[in-house]
């Protein structure tokens, strides 16, 4: 297996910096595949846009030695996705991420890049396409992709930001009642819940939970949700 991905729950922890809290994470994968370029994926970024988002994650790379560039300024997006020595996508709206994937015919190329080993990160909807589907996404639809089919970088489905914490005045579903519903209609289907502040790194054929936070949460329809740890093999979501 030649895939190199870094896919982080999130981009902020409360009270500290953009990307802060993972800076070293991107940093040290960088370096460990020799990458100095950086391909910026903005198309996330309904609210800000793509020009502030670009620079607001390019003053980040900047200060880890990394030049950003953003594909929304590329003449030819597939060529530049085709001659890029990494891809970043970042977070925001899932779906509007998916539907400008698809529209500009990119969806397939990425994942073709990074199937032959070329180094992908993503955070939050970054992460969230790299599995089969944006299923499993927390986002509102706000736009229709072609598909909600992504990259299936990896054979599970991940579900960014997830918390179990529950707030008795709310009378809403929880994130365990969504993800229920899920795999009650995929029951042979794993989904990877990553909390905040961690990520999951593939690297030489073998998936490894990272990050600050000690746990993640797996579901999967023929079996109890349970909790793996940063020292826990978490390979078998790989079968």
Not at 95 to 115: D, G, S
Request: charge should be positive; aromatic fraction near 10%.
């Amino acid at each position: 297996m030649k895939r190199n991905l870094l896919l982080i729950s999130n981009s902020t922890n409360a009270g500290e910096e953009y990307l802060g809290w993972c800076q070293d994470l991107i940093k040290d994968f960088c370096l460990r595949h020799k990458v100095k370029d950086v391909l910026f994926i903005p198309y996330a970024g309904v609210s800000m846009g793509y020009d502030v988002y670009e620079q607001k994650v390019k003053k980040v790379f900047k200060t880890l030695g990394l030049n950003l560039y953003s594909i929304h300024k590329e003449k030819d997006p597939e060529e530049a996705v085709k001659n890029a020595k990494c891809i970043a996508v970042g977070g925001g709206n899932t779906f509007h991420l998916a539907y400008e994937l698809y529209q500009n015919k990119i969806m397939k190329a990425i994942a073709n890049r990074a199937k032959k080993g070329m180094p992908y990160m993503g955070w939050s909807a970054g992460s969230n396409i790299a599995g089969p589907t944006i299923k499993t996404t927390n986002d509102m639809p706000i736009i229709e992709p072609k598909s909600f089919n992504c990259m299936n970088l990896v054979p599970f489905q991940i579900n960014p930001h997830y918390t179990d914490f529950f707030d008795p005045k709310h009378g809403g579903e929880t994130r365990d009642d969504r993800l229920g519903e899920f795999i009650k209609i995929e029951p042979n289907v794993w989904v990877a819940g990553i909390r905040e502040a961690t990520a999951l790194s593939l690297e030489k054929g073998n998936l490894k939970l990272i990050g600050r936070n000690n746990k993640m949460k797996v579901f999967r329809g023929d079996r109890e949700a349970k909790e793996y740890t940063l020292k826990d093999d978490i390979n078998f979501l790989m079968q």
